[in-house]
C-alpha cells in the first residue's frame, strides 16, 4: 500500500489514471478526510493541510477529533484459536494481551 502519514494519522495514496492525479485518504476514521494534487510534493502538502484544517475545525466546535485507533480490540475468534493463543502467550511467559500486541504489530508490518 502507498501510504504517507502525518500526526499519527494515515492516509492512503492512489494515482487516477483518469484525471491524471493523486487521491489520498485518511484511513481508521469514520469522518472522511480525503485530498488530491499533482505532484508527490503537493499531495504532501494537500495531506498536512487537510488534516489540520480537520483538527481545527474540531477544536473550534469543542470536539474530540477522531482518532485512528483507540488501542482497544474486541475479536470474536474460534475457541480453539483462543485456547491456542492463551498457550502461546503463557509458554512465551506473557499475558495474552501482550502476546497479541506482539502478533499484530509482526502481520501489520509484513
Not at 9 to 21: G, H, K, P, V, W
Request: charge should be negative; glycine fraction near 6%; charged fraction near 25%.
Amino acid at each position: 500500500m502507498n501510504s504517507m502519514g502525518y500526526k499519527g494519522y494515515t492516509a492512503r495514496i492512489e494515482f487516477d489514471e483518469r484525471d491524471d492525479i493523486f487521491v489520498g485518504r485518511v484511513l481508521g476514521m469514520r469522518d472522511i478526510i480525503s485530498f488530491h494534487a499533482d505532484s508527490v510534493a503537493e499531495l504532501r502538502a494537500q495531506f498536512h493541510l487537510a488534516l489540520d484544517d480537520y483538527l481545527a475545525d474540531c477544536a473550534e466546535r469543542g470536539v474530540s477529533p477522531e482518532k485512528p485507533a483507540s488501542g482497544k480490540v474486541m475479536l470474536r475468534i474460534r475457541p480453539e484459536v483462543h485456547a491456542a493463543a492463551t498457550i502461546a502467550a503463557q509458554a512465551a511467559g506473557k499475558s495474552l494481551n501482550q502476546w497479541a500486541d506482539e502478533v499484530f504489530e509482526r502481520a501489520a508490518q509484513a
